[in-house]
Every structure is written in structure tokens, then in C-alpha cells.
């Protein structure tokens, strides 16, 4: 058991990595089996298909998704919204260090199975919730610095979507700035919400 276990996590590497690199649609079942070191009844054992192994990493990338990408910043970081900022940062090393070849793995591989395997991106669209709470939870800790009423979620939202498409442009392009621009104007709109409840909070207090 221990060792078809063992398999299977191999498969599932493999193809996480080759999903990471080339995309779900440019990788075949064969480059996985090679990479995994496994033949065609060994991946067949595990898998029924390349959308059933899409799902089985789709699973993997929320299941990892708190272990690497959110406890890390949040035992090294101690001010909530500036966490946000170090995810962010975390995901320019990632553009950075595979020379725009690879970004957010979730958002690559949502973007691509969207009809090849909706059964993955409803895994996928899990991992964004997850992604979305987890930066929801830390605004909240800071919720006295937004202006009274500000939707947390929403901000939580805007703050991955702003992420994605920075990372796609920068993809594009093959160049760091527009992924700096558009996190530099993100911190900008969060000082001006900061800068907005400061000016409530004063004039409330000239008042008293």
C-alpha cells in the first residue's frame, strides 16, 4: 500500500510540475509517465485520464495552498496588511526566478480546464475562496485603518484579482514592471483608504 501510495504522489509531482512549466493543454500523459518514472498501466492504475490527474492537482494546490503560501508570511510578518504585501512579493520571486515561465498555479491551470475538466476548476475555485479568507482574515485584524463599512471580501478579492492579471501581464511581456506598477498602485489605493479613515476618525474626534 505504502508503495502505491508512494506512486501515485509521484504522478502527481510530475505532473504538477510539467502542469507548472508548459501548461495543462501542452503536457501529454506520456511526458508525466516519463517524468514520474512510471509506464502507461502504472499512471492508468491511479488515473483514469489526464482531467482526473488535472483534478488530483488541483486538490494538491489547496491542500498546500495555507502550508506555503500563508503560514510562511504569517509567522514572518507581523503587521496584517503588509502579509498581504509579502504574498505578493512572494509570487514576483516565483515570475522572477523561472524567467516569466511560470506564475500562480492555480490561475494558469483555471484559466486552461475551464471546459476540459470543470470538475477541477470546482476544486480550483475552492483554492481561490481559501486564497481569498486567508487575506480576508488579516484585513480583518486591520479593519480599523479601512473606512467604516469597507467590504473586506471584496477588498480580499480585488487584492487576487490585481495579483492574477499582473502576473499575466508581466508573463506577456516578459518583464518585472508591470507586475510592480499594478502592486505599487494596489498599496496606493490601500494608503488612500487608510488616509480616508483618518480623516473620519479626526473630524469625529474634533467634534466630541
Known amino acids: 500500500m505504502r508503495r502505491r501510495t508512494g506512486t501515485r504522489e509521484k504522478i502527481i509531482d510530475a505532473a504538477m510540475r510539467l502542469f507548472y512549466k508548459q501548461g495543462f493543454h501542452a503536457t501529454a500523459v506520456v511526458e508525466v509517465r516519463e517524468a514520474a518514472g512510471v509506464t502507461n498501466s502504472g499512471f492508468f492504475y491511479y488515473f483514469n485520464s489526464k482531467a482526473d490527474l488535472g483534478c488530483a492537482v488541483a486538490r494538491r494546490y489547496l491542500e498546500l495552498l495555507r502550508s506555503q503560501v500563508f503560514l510562511p508570511v504569517s509567522r514572518s510578518v507581523e503587521d496584517p496588511v503588509e502579509r498581504v504585501f509579502a504574498v505578493l512579493d512572494g509570487y514576483r520571486g516565483i515570475l522572477v526566478n523561472n524567467d516569466f515561465s511560470a506564475g500562480c498555479p492555480m490561475g494558469r491551470m483555471a484559466a486552461e480546464i475551464s471546459e476540459a475538466n470543470p470538475a477541477a476548476v470546482g476544486v480550483l475555485n475552492d483554492a ?65 483608504l487608510g488616509d480616508k479613515t483618518r480623516r473620519t476618525q479626526g473630524k469625529r474626534g474634533g467634534e466630541k
Open 128 to 192: 481561490f475562496r481559501v486564497w481569498i479568507n486567508e487575506v480576508k482574515g488579516w484585513l480583518r485584524e486591520a479593519e480599523d485603518r479601512f473606512p467604516e463599512g469597507t467590504n473586506l471580501a471584496k477588498l480580499a478579492m480585488f487584492v487576487l484579482v490585481t495579483m492574477e492579471g499582473a502576473v499575466m501581464l508581466a508573463r506577456s511581456v516578459r518583464r518585472i514592471e508591470p507586475y510592480d506598477e499594478s502592486v505599487a498602485e494596489l498599496r496606493r489605493y490601500f494608503e488612500l
